[in-house]
């Protein structure tokens, strides 16, 4: 396959899977959480509508958003973002409800079931189809063939599994790969490992100069999900993991005992108890130079200062395992915007989802939060800093893409099955062989229904 030139070419990679089944932690959402989201009673079900309004109809009022960006970085980027459009739509005023991301995920089947705002922010893909499926979000086809710079390629991650409607406007993406700060490596004169057995050198060398070699965190319980992706994608190939995430390979074979046996020999060089410590703390282990290396979406740089902080972070794409297999999968979440089925301010809530989708949105978007890039093609890429630069070409250069283990499976066996799969092996990794008998097990339970 040749190395796209274009970042439409490379969107056009995208993989995306058929939808299928729901996570029953957001079934089960608690209520606290619900609380917090500002829940009402139930309201009966419906269709995904598109209403008589559309992106170009009279809009004024308050379009209500819920803001699943609670982190101070990407939440001052959305509240850029409603400046930006308030000023260009006076008639319009933008009331945001925010929520910290995991509760708002684990609880947004029962927050679209019942008195949902307007708009909300959400992931494409699978995560996307599902409650297009079950009618409880709205169609934004109309806005979306307004919108001018969206890729071709981003289409079907945005639209319905039939293809016939898009339902969600995406925004920004990034890549997963292995973070470092360049002066620290500079001092110890550590260089990039190319192969897995170069990573575990470098990370002797690391411990003897007393830096943990890996930050690590798995307390949310995705997190882990990333490193065993990266690492069936580069013992497997690309083709063999997404075959794994549809449920048609055996969670007991050779291929991923193997991957869990390669991660075992890797533990060692991670930070420690990783189930008591959030992303946000592993990332902060990297920033004060108590960790050298975190493999992790580039939102990782949200805990670095703007300025010298943030220019002293870099990255590159987690080492070769097998040669005949190379380095050319990576991971690249694609995230964006959505409707609710009956949005109080639907014409309001189109404009401020098409404001999103534009490049002017998306310009305030990254340029707050510089740890995504934006998804249109028209964005001002001459005011991104060197990593945002670096996460295009890294994108670019990709040969295959995947979204992540929780969309590009089914959600019900990410969350009920591989999470808690993930957990236990951390916790006893000599555990391998009962614990992926038991994931396998479930898999086909929940495959088959």
């Not at 039939?162 to 490596?185: F, N």
């Not at 170069?198 to 319980?221: Q, R, T, Y």
């Not at 290396?293 to 670095?304: D, E, R, S, V, W």
């Not at 990593?387 to 994108?395: F, N, P, R, S, Y």
Request: overall charge neutral; glycine content about 8%; aromatic content about 10%.
């Amino acid at each position: 396959m040749s190395r796209p030139q274009t970042e439409a070419e490379y969107l056009a990679r995208f993989p995306v899977a058929p939808v299928s089944g729901m996570s029953r932690r957001s079934l089960l959402g608690g209520a606290l959480a619900l609380g917090a989201l500002g829940l009402a009673a139930c309201s009966s079900g419906g269709t995904a509508t598109s209403g008589a309004a559309s992106s170009g109809a009279a809009a004024t009022g308050e379009v209500t958003f819920g803001n699943n960006q609670a982190d101070p970085v990407p939440k001052a980027a959305i509240e850029a973002a409603v400046k930006g459009f308030q000023s260009a739509n006076p008639g319009l005023t933008l009331k945001l409800n925010t929520v910290a991301h995991t509760t708002f995920q684990e609880n947004i089947n029962n927050y679209l079931q019942g008195s949902p705002d307007d708009a909300f922010g959400w992931f494409a893909g699978y995560r996307a189809r599902f409650f297009a499926s079950k009618n409880l979000v709205g169609d934004l086809t109309d806005v979306y063939k307004a919108t001018p710079g969206i890729p071709e390629g981003l289409k079907k991650a945005c639209s319905t599994e039939d293809g016939s409607k898009q339902i969600i406007m995406p925004a920004t993406y990034y890549p997963w790969a292995v973070l470092y700060r360049k002066s620290v490596w500079q001092q110890n004169g550590f260089a990039v490992p190319k192969t897995l057995d170069e990573l575990k050198s470098l990370g002797d060398k690391m411990k003897a100069k007393g830096i943990v070699p890996i930050a690590f965190a798995d307390k949310d319980g995705w997190e882990a999900m990333g490193t065993f992706d990266i690492l069936n994608m580069r013992a497997n190939g690309y083709d063999f993991h997404i075959s794994l995430m549809n449920g048609k390979e055996d969670w007991t074979s050779a291929k991923v005992t193997k991957v869990f046996d390669i991660w075992k020999g890797l533990l060692p060089y991670h930070q420690p108890d990783a189930l008591g410590r959030s992303w946000q703390e592993a990332a902060q282990a990297l920033q004060k130079g108590q960790a050298a290396m975190y493999y992790l979406g580039t939102f990782a740089a949200q805990q670095f200062a703007k300025g010298a902080e943030q220019d002293d972070l870099d990255f590159f794409v987690f080492p070769e395992i097998d040669s005949t297999i190379g380095t050319g999968a990576i991971e690249a979440p694609t995230d964006g915007y959505m409707m609710s089925r009956r949005p109080k301010n639907e014409a309001g809530a189109k404009k401020w989802l098409g404001y999103l989708g534009s490049a002017a949105g998306q310009d305030l978007l990254v340029q707050t939060d510089p740890s995504v890039v934006a998804t249109s093609q028209q964005a001002d890429v001459t005011k991104y800093t060197d990593l945002q630069k670096k996460m295009i070409a890294v994108l670019k250069g990709a040969k295959e893409v995947s979204l992540f283990l929780d969309r590009d499976s089914r959600p019900d066996f990410a969350s009920t099955v591989m999470s808690p799969a993930l957990q236990s092996f951390l916790k006893t990794p000599d555990d391998i062989a009962s614990i992926l008998k038991n994931v396998e097990a479930q898999k086909k339970s929940i495959f088959a229904s």
